[in-house]
């Protein structure tokens, strides 16, 4: 019997494998009950383009005083903070990889943002 993070391991380890196959650039999302993080990793997969965390100082004073970075908010803010720094590096075309999580609240608003941001995928 797997545990619940065995099984989104899983997941993630599928999708990833779809994703090197088509070869292009990576969008990575990752949750904590407390942040959210995205990354861009080059199509090779060797070389990270851009990152953004609600854990970042700037991102924490845009959502506030509480700076509360485990909300659907904060997930809309580094949705667009993502896409705006891989449009300046470069990177207009990207494969979603949510890491094993369902792709509904945070995850969802998360990339809802970064496609209104201006990426494509």
Same mark, same amino acid.
């Given at each position: 019997?797997?545990?619940?993070?065995?099984?989104?391991?899983?997941?993630?380890?599928?999708?990833?494998?779809?994703?090197?196959?088509?070869?292009?650039?990576?969008?990575?999302?990752?949750?904590?009950?407390?942040?959210?993080?995205?990354?861009?990793?080059? &199509?090779?997969?060797? +070389? !990270?383009?851009?990152?953004? $965390?609600?854990?970042?100082?700037?991102? =924490?004073?845009?959502?506030? *005083?509480?700076?509360?970075?485990?909300?659907?908010?904060?997930?809309?803010?580094?949705?667009?903070?993502?896409?705006?720094?891989?449009?300046? &590096?470069?990177?207009? +075309? !990207?494969?979603?990889?949510? $890491?094993?999580?369902?792709?509904?609240? =945070?995850?969802?608003?998360? *990339?809802?943002?970064?496609?209104?941001?201006?990426?494509?995928?």
């Amino acid at each position: 019997m797997l545990t619940k993070k065995e099984q989104r391991l899983r997941r993630a380890r599928q999708t990833r494998i779809r994703i090197a196959n088509q070869g292009v650039a990576r969008l990575m999302v990752n949750r904590t009950n407390l942040h959210i993080y995205a990354t861009v990793v080059s &199509a090779c997969g060797t +070389k !990270v383009v851009a990152t953004a $965390s609600s854990a970042e100082a700037d991102v =924490r004073k845009q959502l506030g *005083a509480t700076g509360k970075g485990g909300n659907v908010d904060a997930a809309q803010v580094i949705g667009k903070l993502i896409a705006e720094k891989a449009k300046k &590096a470069g990177v207009d +075309k !990207v494969a979603f990889d949510r $890491s094993g999580f369902a792709y509904h609240g =945070r995850v969802k608003a998360l *990339a809802d943002a970064a496609r209104e941001a201006g990426l494509q995928f």
